[in-house]
């Protein structure tokens, strides 16, 4: 009789830890945060001296800062990104090229450290273009941002 009770007890016991476990589980977890990117891309993006317009490849960070970002130049950011962004880097993105007159939506799931969105547009006249922006995310679980790519240049805005 004595042993039929200590296992009873032990079962309770153990059912009781694994029903507080899996409850605590469920009010911890952060919810799940996305974007849906919005690219919008004119038909002389990435023009080179016969005003063509060209596919251009695009980086996307999420950056859990936006300083080292918006300090770095073009070409540190091309070569060492993930040096040049040190610890504020949270996930990176190489995005197929996009193209003359182009739009697609795009939606990447979000790390919970992620502040910002910032893109590199990788121009073939880096020099003399608007090749880099990014964009503050607030805490909301879906984020919207459109891109605009036009002529040399990138533009994010927030969708409200």
């Known amino acids: 009789m004595l042993l039929n009770h200590k296992i009873f007890i032990t079962v309770v016991l153990l059912m009781l830890i694994a ?13 799940k945060r996305s974007l849906t990117l919005n690219i919008k891309a ?12 060209n596919p251009v490849r695009i980086r996307l ?8 970002f918006n300090e770095a130049e073009f070409i540190d950011l091309y070569n060492s990104d993930n040096k040049t962004l040190q610890n504020s880097l949270v996930s990176k993105y190489i995005m ?4 003359p007159s ?4 795009v939606d ?21 273009s608007f090749n880099k922006t990014y964009v503050a995310l607030g805490d909301e679980e879906k984020n919207s941002v459109d891109l605009y790519v036009e002529g040399n240049s990138v533009r994010l805005t927030k969708t409200l």
């Open 42 to 53: 004119d038909n002389r993006i990435n023009t080179k001296n016969s005003g063509q317009g």
């Open 96 to 99: 197929p090229s996009i193209l």
């Open 61 to 68: 960070y999420e950056l859990s800062n936006a300083g080292f």
């Open 108 to 128: 990447i799931d979000l790390k919970n450290e992620t502040n910002f969105i910032a893109i590199l547009a990788e121009f073939s006249d880096y020099k003399y």
């Open 19 to 31: 029903i507080s476990s899996c409850s605590s589980n469920e009010t911890n977890k952060q919810p």
């Open 102 to 105: 182009e739009s697609k939506k």
